[in-house]
């Protein structure tokens, strides 16, 4: 008999691992890059990019609902698309995951590094990676749980840094020779400090932020029931846009002048303790690391389901496809905690310059547009061959079919190619070619007598 994974999510712990995955390095560290592309527009940025993101999560519960399965886009691709832009998605869904996850791991230890400068980073990187790795080796609903939790504490966190910053604008409070107020969107610089160049380029940052909110889909394969499930958790991506990430850095920049932000640390962090306030600056470096273990968690999670999809597609090696007792694909589960290691090597000897986390992370971006593109032409295609009847009975139809998903394929390739504006980012576009033509070639090379095995 062949083994299946267990379908133990509720609704809850599915929305809250939505949050876990989505929120994370990308706004807690990331978000200060963005910030001195773009100064106060950013906001217009993370404004835009989420409307597109909110189209890919609409197309992508469409077909989660209609067909939910543990491989998720990777097999909707190869099976609305074709079976090379399968593999192709499955393997840079992985690679997104992977560079995602290291770029947590190696932040982890930055943050870490605010308590406790004279250790070590690689010490820290080590330990959460152990620590992570065995909570993902739990049954799914122990890891929910725990997912669940934290989640809680940094949208807690989130919730409460607004209201106090919201607090310091009404009253007008002086905390720091730093005046507090709406006026510092547009008074150092104006609200377009870098002109629309600037804003256009912060989008591959901005993009970055939002990587991982795709695991939605993933969790259907396990979702105790994802026709209620997967439309609940995804409805609520608007609201989670504007809150934790639009307020969230309208309230930033408005306390703080958006230039004084220097991108060596988590702007949140960074922000309060500049304003004196070093018990909140304290606070928040707490909460950007359960935010950081949080999107860990649920990233490692992703990889192996994913790994485990693409195994049963025979897109992958078949040991991917053997699960614990608890229901756990653990062969994927270790082999990404292997790859994870490179973060030890990575800073053993060093700490990690800025500049190599903005090359990670322009890395990461790559393979999520390519994924959010083949998501959009999934579901577009997908639609394509359905029968009027069909499309008619779909429980979660995606809205302005096919304008929306036309439009943000569209805005995704514009992105992708902002990448070759800035020399940092522009290394993404290489490796991302690089690694598509070597799967390319892997494909022909191997997969074809997977396929005419598989289809015998």
């Known amino acids: 008999m062949k083994e299946q994974i267990k379908k133990q999510l509720s609704s809850r712990l599915i ?18 890059s963005s910030i001195q592309l773009a100064g106060p527009s950013v ?6 990019g989420g409307a597109a993101v909110y189209i890919v999560m609409r197309c992508l519960g469409e077909m989660a609902v209609h067909k939910p399965i543990s491989g998720s886009f990777g097999q909707y691709a190869s099976e609305y698309i074709s079976p090379l832009v399968g593999f192709l998605t499955g393997w840079t869904y992985v690679l997104e995951m992977a560079v995602v996850c290291l770029a947590d791991v190696i932040v982890f230890g930055v943050y870490m590094s605010y308590w406790y400068p004279d250790v070590a980073q690689w010490i820290w990187i080590s330990g959460i990676i152990v620590l992570i790795g065995s909570m993902n080796l739990l049954r799914a609903k122990i890891f929910g749980e725990v997912e669940f939790w934290l989640s809680i504490i940094k949208v807690s966190a989130i919730v409460g840094m607004i209201i106090g910053g919201l607090i310091i604008i009404l009253f007008g409070l002086k905390l720091s020779e730093q005046p507090s107020g709406i006026t510092n969107l547009w008074q150092h610089g ?11 380029v912060s989008l591959t940052v901005v993009m970055f932020a939002y990587g991982g909110i795709e695991v939605i889909g993933i969790t259907a394969g396990e979702a105790a029931n994802p026709a209620q499930a997967i439309p609940k958790a995804i409805n609520a991506v608007p609201i989670r846009i504007l ?4 307020l969230t850095m309208a309230v930033l920049m408005s306390i703080f002048p958006w230039s004084k932000i220097d991108g060596k640390s988590s702007p949140f962090v960074q922000i309060f303790a500049k304003l004196g306030i070093h018990s909140a600056a304290g606070i928040l470096n707490l909460v950007v690391i359960v935010a950081v273990v949080s999107a860990i968690n649920s990233d490692i999670y992703s990889v192996g389901r994913m790994l485990y999809g693409m195994a049963q597609q025979k897109q992958a090696p078949q040991n991917f496809m053997h699960l ?10 270790l082999a990404i905690m292997l790859v994870l290691g490179s973060g030890v090597l990575l800073t053993y000897h060093y700490r ?11 890395i990461a971006s790559f393979a999520t547009l390519w994924v959010w593109v083949a998501i959009l032409i999934s579901e577009i295609q997908m639609r394509r061959q359905m029968s009027k009847d069909e ?16 439009i943000a394929s569209a805005f995704m390739c514009m992105v992708i190619a902002m990448l070759a504006y800035l020399e940092t980012t522009r290394v993404a576009l290489y490796t991302g070619s690089i690694w598509i033509a070597t799967l390319t070639a ?9 396929l005419v095995k598989r289809d015998k």
């Open 243 to 246: 809150l934790f990430y639009i």
């Open 352 to 362: 990690i310059p800025e500049k190599t986390f903005i090359i990670i992370m322009s």
């Open 15 to 32: 929305r809250f691992l939505a949050i876990g995955s989505a929120i994370g390095t990308g706004l807690f560290y990331g978000s200060s």
């Open 324 to 333: 614990s007792k608890q229901g756990v694909p653990y062969v994927a589960v």
């Open 391 to 406: 499309v008619a009975s779909l429980l979660f139809p995606v809205p302005w079919w096919p304008t929306a998903p036309l």
């Open 442 to 450: 892997l494909f022909y090379i191997h997969q074809r007598g997977w």
């Open 190 to 200: 104006g609200f377009f400090p870098n002109g629309i160049k600037g804003l256009m």
């Open 43 to 48: 906001i217009l940025a993370y404004l835009i």
